[in-house]
Structures are given as structure tokens and as C-alpha cells.
Nanobody, 127 residues
Framework: QVLLAESGGGLVQAGGSLRLSCASSELTFANYFMGWFRQVPGREREFVAAISWSGETTYYRPSVEGRFTIARDNAGNTVSLQMNGLKLEDTAIYYC????????????????????WGQGTQVTVSS
């Protein structure tokens, strides 16, 4: 059973933009702290961005801050990741994740905070 579904990945040239979306017909997003992670084969899954239940608080990894924007629409049960100024090193599979427990900034930047994951969407940035 797929609880989270990502979409919007694809191939883009360096400097371009993509918008990823995450949706669920099973989870009530307002009950979850939501995050985006990414993974390159052979490497650890790494934190990209996260957003609090109401959307008031956001966290970003330093390398994407100012280029990526996470947002949520609780009424529509969606979370998005707007990615601008894409770089070659942004190439990865991007995963949406949901966390049900409260915690600190460092907690939500860890993959272990999130119980539910999507299957991922590929983002490839070319030169």
C-alpha cells in the first residue's frame, strides 16, 4: 500500500527548475511534520527540507537554502518542493516522508524521525 506518492521529477539542465509534489489519499497531512530527502545510489539518504504541521517552520540543508522552497497545503493534502537553480549535484532520487512525533530541528533533519516514505521520484540535472 503506497501511502505517499511523489511526482514532478525529470531531466532538467543545470540552472533550471523543477517542482516536486507529494500527495496522499490515506494520511491526513495536517497531523504530520513533512520532509523531503534525497539519495544517490551507494550513498546515504540525506535530508533536503522539512516543514512543520502548520507550515510556519521550515528547515533546509545549507546547500539548497535559497534555491529550494518547501510548502504544504493541508486542505489539499499535498507537500511541494520548488527547486530553482538546479545543480549537477542535486541529481538524486527524491523522497517525501511523514513524521508523526514532535521533536527538535536536528530530529527532523534525521531520516529516523520519519515513519512513512514515498517510493521516490528521479531528478536528473544535466550540464
Amino acid at each position: 500500500q503506497v501511502l505517499l506518492a511523489e511526482s514532478g521529477g525529470g531531466l532538467v539542465q543545470a540552472g533550471g527548475s523543477l517542482r516536486l509534489s507529494c500527495a496522499s489519499s490515506e494520511l491526513t497531512f495536517a497531523n504530520y511534520f513533512m520532509g523531503w530527502f534525497r539519495q544517490v545510489p551507494g550513498r546515504e539518504r540525506e535530508f533536503v527540507a522539512a516543514i512543520s504541521w502548520s507550515g510556519e517552520t521550515t528547515y533546509y540543508r545549507p546547500s539548497v537554502e535559497g534555491r529550494f522552497t518547501i510548502a504544504r497545503d493541508n486542505a489539499g493534502n499535498t507537500v511541494s518542493l520548488q527547486m530553482n537553480g538546479l545543480k549537477l549535484e542535486d541529481t538524486a532520487i527524491y523522497y517525501c516522508a511523514a513524521a508523526s512525533q514532535a521533536g527538535t530541528r536536528s530530529y527532523f533533519m534525521s531520516k529516523y524521525a520519519y515513519e512513512t516514505w514515498g517510493q521516490g521520484t528521479q531528478v536528473t540535472v544535466s550540464s
